[in-house]
């Protein structure tokens, strides 16, 4: 079994910075694996979470949707079993609950459906 435990949202105003960590233990061995982050907001399905940036299993190659680039870096610390999300110049449209996802595959994963283990999510909510 593997446990994803995400951390440090919140409340916060357009142009604020938030960072978001993501733990990860249990019989999946961290640093082989890629990770990601997604949002989902209210009305769409798990299905349909939007993948805000993901992290191959070295950290050497990552992605981002179009929206976050320049803004939002995804960076991973295989010694700690942790990923984060660095979120800066934060819009209203950033808004939502953020998942971060661990992937049974070692390259970057574009799809939630490539993702079998979640965390339980965690709200960010950013006003304008």
């Known amino acids: 079994q593997v446990q994803v435990e995400e951390s440090g949202g919140g409340l916060v105003q357009a142009g604020d910075s938030v960072m978001l960590s993501c733990v990860v233990s249990?019989?999946?061995?961290?640093?082989?694996?890629?990770m990601g982050w997604f949002r989902q907001v209210p009305g769409k399905e798990r299905e349909e979470r939007e993948c805000?940036?993901?992290?191959?299993?070295?950290?050497?190659?990552?992605y981002y949707t179009d929206s976050v680039k320049g803004r939002f870096t995804i960076s991973r610390d295989n010694a700690k079993n942790t990923v984060y999300l660095q979120m800066n110049n934060l819009k209203p449209e950033d808004t939502a609950v953020y998942y971060c996802?661990?992937?049974?595959?070692?390259?970057?994963?574009?799809?939630?459906?490539?993702?079998?283990?979640w965390g339980q999510g965690t709200q960010v909510t950013v006003s304008s």
């Open positions: 805000v940036a993901t992290i191959n299993y070295s950290g050497d190659t990552t």
């Open positions: 996802g661990v992937s049974p595959f070692g390259g970057i994963a574009y799809h939630s459906y490539e993702y079998d283990y």
């Open positions: 249990g019989r999946r061995t961290f640093d082989k694996y890629a």
